[in-house]
């Protein structure tokens, strides 16, 4: 036996017992992740006709062989989201499945394909959209029409209320809505500079650019009008953005919410929200819907404005490796629970076809 040969295998030998152990474990970790990412529910890609586009969807419906089931229809916060939130609705659509719902949402124009572009639309559009999506779901035979409510988050807050102007909607889960655009903007402002020390000077600055922009918008100025009299520095705006916020900056949502009297609404606020004003919020909604008995408040200490722990939220590295390993565990704590429960009372009494 050649002498050479023997300590390269005894070496191969150690190096795949080395190996082993290590493909064990990284075959667990994708194990957990897949576990742990698998939901209890059914979903399905759907394709929804509205204004001569179509709305690229997915339906999310509880494995309860039940023929009908109630449904939330969701409406997005600001931003380029897509019709799951990168996942992150999921342990939510799972949430509704076990209280007998199903869930729709579907990707913002212009994101994962879709066509156009979300910046080109006014609050009104966006509920235009939501509206033409409940049409469609009502005439489905899986989903009963009287019992069809919406989801909606941050910017949403401007939509529900329309949208219960244009349809009858059974409930409303509000998280986080703000009421006036400009109101909401300048609490954002002097709370990110609070969070980061912003010194007397530099917020003095702030406080000041954000009026020149607000001066701008009243006058309907250009985006080429906004970047020179910000001395060239648009500063992260595009056109597009400008555009956008042109077109909703006014937004108010206090009067539209007297559709909402009589109709069941949670209010779900975060403790730490540097977004919203929830204290604001929290004011306008009792005083216009309190009346009535049909809103119900929830608080929860711990969160932020995505209603994410804000332990959690702090840190990127903690994000991702929640999301892999425990995604519900990104939520405050009660949260999804709450949801169920709200739903579960609000089934208690209706007739579900088995």
Known sequence: ??????????GLRIAVWLLVPILVVAAGL???????????????????????????????????CRKRHGLIVYVHGDGPISATHDDGYKPMWEANAKAGYASLSWDKPGIAGAPGNWLDQSMDDRADETAAAIAWARARPDIDGDRIGLWGASQAGWV???VA?????????????????????????????????AS????????????????????????????????????GMTAGRWNFI???????????????RGVPVMLTLAGHDINVDTADTERVYRKVLDTGGALTVKRYPDATHSLLKQSIEQSGLKTTLTA?????????????????QFLAELGRGTDATP
């Open 1 to 10: 036996m050649c002498p050479k040969i023997q300590p390269r295998r005894r």
């Open 30 to 64: 994708v194990g957990v992740v897949l576990w742990q990412n698998s939901y209890d529910m059914d979903e399905q890609r759907v394709s929804i006709r509205h204004g001569g586009h179509t709305l690229n969807g997915v339906l999310a419906t509880p494995k309860d």
């Open 160 to 162: 529900l209320p329309k």
């Open 165 to 197: 102007a244009k349809t009858p909607v059974s409930f409303v889960i509000a998280v986080s809505p703000a009421i006036n655009w400009l109101q909401q903007g300048r609490y954002n402002l002097l709370a990110e500079l609070r969070a980061d020390g």
């Open 200 to 235: 007397a000077a530099r917020t003095k600055a702030e406080i000041t650019k954000s009026n020149t922009t607000r001066r701008l918008l009243r006058r309907h100025a250009t985006f080429e009008e906004y970047v020179t009299t910000m001395g060239g520095d648009a500063d």
């Open 246 to 260: 042109s077109e909703n900056y006014t937004a108010d949502a206090t009067q539209d919410l007297r559709a909402l």
């Open 324 to 340: 892999l390993f425990s995604p519900r565990s990104l939520f405050a704590d009660g949260f999804l629970d709450g949801q169920h």
